[in-house]
């Protein structure tokens, strides 16, 4: 293990140590003690240079019970679930799974995400999905920008208006709907929001 | 024949070019396909990012609609039949309570291996009449039909092969080539458009150098990334089609230019000059 962690031991106590490890292995089902570090998760991974904490090291990091560091981490919003690393192991460790599941862990934490525009854009998502069953770009785009503090950093970075204007090429092709369509099975989704997720996202 | 269709969100906003492809081909292969008639959002990547039983849950709705009706679901879109068949997967093994009354036993099909079945094959080389000889093009799948294969049953997940063949039916010079499923990036790109980037561009030249002019892809997303990283693209551009559009281009040649106008990069100027429009 290189970098920061070199002289940091395994935690031994509460949700730390193999408590963490069991509680990952029996939420996931997946087999993380069979990890070896072979490096061919991360050999694999096409945004594993984006990374802070590299998959093969996201599943030794759970071995030695660094929670916080994972929830933490650019890792778990980063990681594009192409699956990639659960297809090339040779121990058949869902990388790609149980770094969803730490994501989300994350989500139902109190912890900042590192990468926060992507965090807030998949609770955007959700909730659109709640709205109408369905899920229009151009809602859900809108309903991302006028999310707290994004419109203000897309400004700043002059990302607001290449986005305007390619939302516009993409409406002159034909290609946006400004109208949402609604699934007929509404209710039915509301309900199952409401008993899941207690009705909020 | 009749089967079940569920076409995904983006068939109605960003990909409804490829609908209408669809619809299309479907008429003239003698299929009819049955939409759904309330299907929902399978939750996409928000849902299993945020919420592992919402991701299960929402597919597993259309599921129970599905079965409802009794026939084979199909649906084009790589990501729905990712999520749908996870979701299958996890009725079948008895991992969650169903709100719904799923068996899960009916078929999913992603729509490239549906029409890449031998019999479906024959049906669409003998509906061949103008073939895209000349029309050189790489596959691309992305990642969500193929992988992982415990979840999509693929197992050539490395060099996968139907797109390939549905190319190749409709007459189009298939080229080998390395990245038919390495990721594009797909929603990142919201949040960071640099990651995306990197990752389009990536796929996009690779086609080049393999000496494609044309990419053909399956995937909804994958086309709007690929479509849109060759904008400002200088030099030689590679038109992404969906490979319904080339089919139904093969089927019957010209009258489709309607579809074309959806497209970033327009493919016109290099089917004029192949005289295949």
């Given at each position: ?201 | ?51 592992e039983m919402?991701a299960l849950i929402?597919?597993a ?26 979701s299958?997967?996890m ?5 969650f ?181």
């Open positions: 293990m290189s970098g920061t962690h070199c002289k940091k031991e395994r935690k031994l106590i509460g949700d730390r140590g193999d408590y963490f490890l069991n509680r990952i292995q029996g939420e996931t089902g997946e087999n993380i003690s069979a990890c070896y570090q072979c490096e061919r998760c991360t050999n694999a991974c096409p945004v594993a240079h984006y990374m802070d904490i590299k998959p093969h090291q996201v599943i030794r990091h759970i071995q030695m019970g660094w929670r916080e560091d994972l929830m933490a981490s650019s890792t778990i919003w980063i990681c594009l679930s192409c699956e990639m690393c659960t297809t090339y192991c040779p121990n058949e460790v869902g990388v790609a799974e149980t770094i969803n599941h730490l994501r989300n862990m994350a989500a139902h934490s109190s912890i900042t995400p590192k990468e926060k525009h992507l965090a807030v854009f998949h609770e955007t998502f959700l909730k659109e999905l709640q709205r109408f069953g369905r899920v229009n770009e151009f809602w859900l785009m809108n309903a991302f920008n006028l999310k707290p503090g994004i419109l203000k950093e897309k400004i700043a970075s002059g990302l607001l208006t290449e986005e305007i204007l390619l939302g516009l090429t993409l409406w002159k092709k034909g290609r946006l709907h400004l109208l949402p369509r609604r699934s007929k099975a509404i209710r039915e989704i509301k309900e199952v929001y409401r008993r899941q997720r207690g009705g909020i996202v | 024949m009749q089967i079940s269709f569920y076409p995904g969100c983006s068939l109605e906003g960003m990909a409804n070019d490829y609908g209408h492809s669809i619809t299309a081909v479907f008429d003239r292969l003698g299929i009819e396909a049955v939409e759904l008639e309330d299907w929902s959002c399978c939750g996409s990547t928000a849902a299993h990012s945020l919420s919402m929402l597919p709705r259309n599921l129970a609609a599905a079965e409802k009706v009794g026939l084979d679901l199909v649906t084009p879109c790589a990501n729905c039949f990712n999520r749908l068949s996870y299958q997967k009725i079948q093994k008895r991992l309570d169903v709100p719904w009354e799923v068996k899960g036993d009916g078929k999913v099909h992603d729509m490239t291996r549906f029409l890449a079945q031998p019999e479906m094959i024959a049906r669409i080389g003998q509906k061949v009449a103008r073939p895209l000889k000349g029309l050189k093009v790489v596959c691309y799948y992305g990642c969500q039909t193929v992988r992982s294969p415990r979840i999509t049953g693929y197992s050539d997940f490395e060099n996968p092969q139907t797109l390939d063949m549905l190319a190749a039916a409709a007459g189009a010079e298939v080229i080998d080539w390395s990245f038919k499923s390495t990721c594009c990036g797909a929603s990142i790109g919201i949040a960071r458009k640099d990651i995306q980037e990197s990752l389009t561009r990536r796929i996009y030249q690779k086609a080049l150098q393999a000496g494609a002019e044309a990419i053909v892809v399956s995937c909804p997303l994958c086309q709007v990334n690929l479509d849109v990283i060759q904008k400002d693209a200088t030099g030689q551009r590679a038109p992404v089609f969906y490979f319904t559009e080339l089919l139904r281009l093969a089927f019957e040649g010209g009258g489709v230019r309607k579809w074309f106008r959806a497209h970033l990069t327009d493919p016109v100027p290099l089917l004029t000059e192949k005289g295949l429009l």
